[in-house]
């Protein structure tokens, strides 16, 4: 890549190698942009498989001054973490908590490199549920059974409904980028609203073709013969 790299371009290649480390395993449910309740912070990428892992970028644009404290956010909710950054933030990497992530950051020609192995978090069930909307976690807790192992039964819950949330828009995605190489615009697939927002576009070009073609039929008329009949009212 001749350009500076951005955040979608990091995305791209985290996403590429998720898929490489998952051959022979289902694809993972992913989501992109993933709030972590109540914190004001967003991991660009939470990614559910065997554990839970977030994925936060740093691009040449960005700066480190809410590092620490997304670093923090992210170890309270993430079995892993992994911060991607550009070349330019490694030296200001030194002198941060960073919270146990592992750090990536990208080389050409080689793609990601790993700096920092990072240890995993020890993340307690019920703090997954925090995670949750409100309506879900109600749910969750109301099936959560007493005499059950509540650590494991809440983290199954927060699974249960994280896939729910994400599956759909995760398969849609595998699906479109098998068999090549993953591109910019695939990562509007992961946006639960993606379709929505299709289908809002599509809608709105018929309406502007309507009234274009409407306009040309009135300039053709003339002021004095519209397009169309009134209906008299008797």
């Not at 190698?17 to 990428?45: M, Y």
């Not at 990536?104 to 995993?120: E, F």
């Not at 073609?213 to 209906?231: E, K, Y």
Request: some cysteine.
């Amino acid at each position: 890549m001749r350009h500076a790299m951005d955040e979608i371009d990091f995305k791209v290649e985290v996403l590429a190698w998720v898929r490489r480390a998952s051959r022979g395993r289902a694809l993972p449910v992913i989501a992109s942009e993933f709030s972590l309740n109540g914190t004001g912070i967003r991991a660009d990428l939470a990614v559910l498989s065997d554990c839970f892992l977030g994925v936060e970028i740093k691009s040449a644009s960005d700066t480190l001054k809410r590092l620490p404290s997304q670093m923090d956010g992210y170890s309270r909710y993430f079995d892993q973490t992994i911060l991607v950054v550009a070349s330019k933030h490694e030296a200001g990497l030194e002198t941060l908590n960073l919270c146990g992530a592992q750090v990536w950051t990208y080389r050409q020609p080689d793609g990601l490199a790993c700096l920092t192995q990072g240890k995993p978090n020890d993340v307690v069930g019920h703090t997954l549920l925090g995670l949750l909307t409100a309506e879900e976690e109600r749910r969750a807790i109301k099936r959560l059974a007493t005499g059950a192992d509540v650590h494991e039964a809440a983290r199954c819950e927060f699974e249960t409904a994280f896939k729910q949330r994400y599956a759909a828009t995760s398969a849609k995605f595998w699906e479109a980028v098998r068999g090549r190489t993953i591109r910019r615009d695939d990562l509007t697939i992961l946006s639960r609203f993606h379709e929505q927002r299709v289908q809002g576009r599509i809608a709105a070009a018929e309406e502007e073709r309507r009234w274009v073609a409407w306009a040309a039929r009135v300039a053709v008329a003339g002021p004095d013969h519209p397009p169309f009949q009134s209906s008299s009212v008797s």
